[in-house]
Nanobody
Framework: QVQLVESGGALVQAGESLKLSCMAS????????WAWYRQYPGQQREAVAT???????DYADSVAGRFSISRDTGRHAVYLEMSDLRPDDTADYFC???????????????WGRGTHVTVSS
């Protein structure tokens, strides 16, 4: 069974940087899309950054120029480097992947459980 596990959430001061990590485990043949979402209390998740094979990264306007998504294909991992953090970046951050396990023909959409980031002013 494939699982995504995020790490790196923390309490930081405004203006500081933080790096989130997400590792996928299980018998994975291929991951074609990685993404980071965030969710504010009582609201729906919103895409923050997306990285698909063969495409340039895509960022929400609110984080463009401050956040950077990258992947380590060999480790089945994705990272979100966040800089110049602001109080309104405070949220739960979720990792998302579109992947294909071994012995499966279909792509699966998988979520991690999230990691919390708090940015204090």
């Amino acid at each position: 069974q494939v699982q995504l596990v995020e790490s790196g959430g923390a309490l930081v001061q405004a203006g500081e940087s933080l790096k989130l990590s997400c590792m996928a485990s299980g018998d994975i043949f291929e991951i074609k899309t990685w993404a980071w979402y965030r969710q504010y209390p009582g609201q729906q998740r919103e895409a923050v950054a997306t990285l698909s094979k063969g495409f340039e990264p895509d960022y929400a306007d609110s984080v463009a120029g401050r956040f950077s998504i990258s992947r380590d294909t060999g480790r089945h991992a994705v990272y979100l480097e966040m800089s110049d953090l602001r109080p309104d970046d405070t949220a739960d951050y979720f990792c998302y992947a579109v992947l294909r396990p071994y012995d499966y023909d279909d792509w699966q959409r998988t979520w991690g459980r999230g990691t919390h980031v708090t940015v204090s002013s």
